[in-house]
């Protein structure tokens, strides 16, 4: 832990051990309680999972690695338990017409972005699925969406989004980049900008979830529509060209998170919004000594010169923490929007601060929420996988009820 002294130190432990003791029970809350045999083991697989991962946040001192090896996991635990329920449920992962037309596709958050503008000027929804009823219908989804903009911001996008998670991790496999694209920063963030503008008069004006149907690289790994004629059999082709070019081998040239800097309209909604969040992260002038150390290691292109001389990130930032860990003099970390910009890190408090003060900084109060969030998000897909996989060791089969 970064402190100075035991004074310091011992405050920050006690914080730390308190709230992942307190975390621990909500992970256990969401994941295992009321469940019994095999869905008990694989709740409590992923309850234990992703309590270690915010003790070791909270008491290692940073945000990051931890968070990329749960969101990463996340990630990789969504597709199979997805896949597995498609085929149970339809015998394969393909959308068929009877289904769209009938509304039974699963609602996803980025389509957001393209069905509330229909939604609350037409009451029409342009996406083919249910308004409620399950999990995964547009106001469960919507609710999530405007719980997230009032506590997390972005950060949905670098401790929540199962796509994001995929693509973090992805981009962190490579030791170094082999392609620098710093200086275009500024070109890119603006891109997904005009992605967002696009995709929401495309839909308002067609009624058409067109990023859905043309853009998104993750249709490859969840569902598609059938390929039974030569416009969806182009959609299939694009959508493996996206996913391959933009979640694959351009973070693993780049080192950068490239789908969601340069075509994620979600991220780039989320972008705009994130001042309604409380949290941000700061930069302390003070302490900062331009070495670009942070410019380097962002996977948004969030920090630049300019960037660190006004004392925050550029709106791109995911409030991922990656930079952190960068900055030798402790000079960037969470902070309470119209509070002090002054930025605290986990493990680390000012020499006298209370037990309280510290329980109660952004540096616990963020990675708890984000954290929060993004278990009970995952507590459906990741736990199932999880009890999947007890089934697969104890059974033999991995789908549940047999499929057809």
């Known amino acids: 832990m970064d402190t100075t002294t035991d004074g310091a130190r011992r405050p920050a432990f006690a914080a730390a051990i308190v709230a992942a003791g307190a975390f621990a029970f909500e992970a256990w809350f969401f994941n295992a309680a009321g469940r019994r045999g095999e869905a008990l083991a694989g709740g409590l697989i992923w ?7 915010f003790a070791w946040i909270a008491i290692g001192g940073r945000p990051d690695p931890a968070r990329r090896v749960f969101f990463f996991t996340a990630a990789l635990a969504f597709i199979p338990s997805f ?14 017409s009877a289904e769209i037309a009938s509304g039974q596709v699963p609602f996803c958050h980025i389509a957001i972005t393209t069905s509330l503008i229909p939604a609350a000027l037409l009451r029409t929804l342009d996406f083919p699925a249910q308004l409620s009823g399950i999990r995964a219908a547009f106001y469960p989804m919507l609710a999530y969406w405007l719980l997230s903009l009032l506590t997390i911001g972005r950060g949905w996008c670098s401790w929540v989004c199962f796509y994001g998670g995929l693509e973090d991790g992805i981009s962190s496999l490579p030791r170094r980049a082999r392609v620098d694209i710093g200086p275009s920063g500024p070109v890119l963030r603006r891109w997904n900008k005009a992605i967002l503008a696009f995709v929401a008069l495309a839909g308002m004006g067609t009624l058409v979830p067109v990023y859905c149907d043309w853009l998104c ?24 060209g996206l996913f391959l070019s933009l979640v694959v081998v351009l973070p693993l040239l780049t080192k950068k998170r490239t789908q969601c800097s340069l075509l994620c309209p979600f991220g780039a909604m989320q972008s705009l919004l994130d001042r309604i969040s409380p949290f941000r992260v700061a930069i302390d002038t003070g302490l900062c000594v331009s070495c670009g150390a942070c410019d380097r290691v962002c996977p948004m292109l969030a920090l630049n010169p300019e960037a660190r001389s ?6 791109s930032c995911v409030k991922c923490g990656t930079c952190f860990g960068s900055c030798s003099k402790g000079a960037i970390g969470y902070a309470i929007r119209r509070q002090s910009p002054t930025p605290s890190l986990p493990g680390r408090t000012k020499a006298g601060g ?10 616990l109060l963020f990675p708890f929420t984000a954290l929060s969030f993004g278990m009970i998000i995952s507590s459906g897909f990741s736990a199932e996988t999880m009890t999947r996989l007890v089934r697969l060791v104890a059974t033999g089969s991995f789908l549940i009820g047999g499929g057809r």
């Open 354 to 363: 209370s037990f309280f003060e510290t329980l109660l900084s952004p540096a």
């Open 47 to 53: 309850a234990a999972f992703c309590s270690a991962i």
């Open 83 to 96: 896949i597995a329920h498609l085929v149970e449920t339809r015998g394969h992962m393909a959308v068929t």
């Open 217 to 240: 690289p993750f249709k490859l790994v969840t569902e598609y529509a059938e390929p039974t004629s030569l416009r969806s059999f182009l959609a299939l082709i694009a959508f493996v």
């Open 310 to 315: 006004k004392g925050r990130p550029e709106s």
